[in-house]
């Protein structure tokens, strides 16, 4: 008899199953010579990011927007030996993202199994990946343990290019921790993360940078990314101002959830957190200890 013949449901769902875990190792599969291509594409995003920071710091000490600074050398001293003591949690904590990642991938695609395949499908998990950054990044202020972890970041007074790596290594391994399960629901790879990393670096260094950078072009550009002068209100020290604009690659998250603060913003606005700000506080130790204290 032609036509199509009867499936019963059960045996449809066991076979779209089936058909789920077969794309799944076929796009593992494809995927596998793209492996061999995770260290070049890493390595491309560690120069872009080293590159694009020295260009920010040699271009603030050009053009800057807040002039009355301190040592610019000690400032970025405390925040690099910050990001030092963080890789070593970031680099061991990618190695096993990436083993766990492949090991569960093996089983379940996740998200990413009902998302097309090629340039779409990245297109989508790299705004994923920015979405997840945008909750984290809020959760850290309205969740007050986090917090605790994130003022580190607030404290700087003086933003400037190595601000954006300054942060306690308590929020890093918190980071690390509470991502691991939306990585794996969402079906993220590593080639997605690496590329999510070559874009996002950039932008957060930017947004931090010191640059003076004339408002109609800092107005074009934050339509698409944060800038320095919305990230620049994200670290006020009024907390109505600084519980917004929480968008690290893009901006459009701030637009569609209603976080989005445009202001102006002079030379002279105080950044920082009233109280743990000061000179005394701008130490690698007591940054380290500020979490734990009262
Ligand atoms: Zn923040
Ligand atoms: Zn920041």
């Not at 942060?167 to 690390?176: A, D, K, V």
């Not at 990314?225 to 519980?243: A, G, M, N, W, Y």
């Not at 202001?263 to 506080?281: H, I, N, Q």
Request: proline fraction near 6%; hydrophobic fraction near 45%; charged fraction near 15%.
């Amino acid at each position: 008899m032609a036509g199509k013949s009867f499936v019963p449901p059960c045996t449809e769902l066991a076979h779209n199953s089936y058909l789920r875990k077969v794309a799944a190792r076929e796009r593992r599969q494809t995927t596998k010579p793209l492996r061999a291509m995770t260290l070049p594409l890493q390595s491309t995003a560690t120069m872009i990011a080293v590159g694009t920071g020295a260009l920010l710091w040699i271009a603030e000490g050009i053009l800057p927007f807040f002039r009355v600074r301190s040592s610019r050398g000690r400032h970025a001293f405390v925040n690099l030996g910050l990001a030092a003591t963080n890789l070593l949690i970031i680099l061991p904590a990618d190695i096993a993202t990436a083993a766990i990642l492949e090991q569960t991938g093996a089983t379940f695609s996740g998200l990413r199994g009902y998302l097309p395949d090629g340039t779409p499908g990245t297109i989508a998990m790299l705004l994923l990946l920015d979405l997840w950054l945008y909750l984290w990044h809020r959760m850290n202020h309205e969740i007050p343990i986090f917090w605790r972890f994130h003022a580190v970041h607030h404290s700087d007074a003086e933003l400037d290019v190595t601000s954006a790596w300054r942060f306690h290594p308590g929020e890093i391994l918190l980071s690390e921790l509470v991502r691991l399960p939306f990585l794996v629901l969402t079906g993220a790879g590593i080639r997605e993360l690496i590329i999510y990393n070559l874009l996002m670096n950039p932008v957060i260094q930017f947004h931090h940078s010191n640059v003076r950078l004339p408002e109609r072009y800092d107005r074009i550009l934050r339509t698409v990314i944060p800038t320095p002068l919305l990230h620049r209100l994200h670290h006020s020290t009024i907390r109505s101002e600084h519980d917004n604009n929480y968008g690290a690659l893009l901006s459009i998250w701030d637009r569609l959830l209603g976080t989005l603060l445009i202001g102006p913003v002079e030379p002279t606005k105080a950044l920082g957190l009233e109280g743990t700000s000061g000179p005394d506080w701008q130490k690698w130790s007591t940054l380290i200890q500020k979490p734990f204290r009262g």
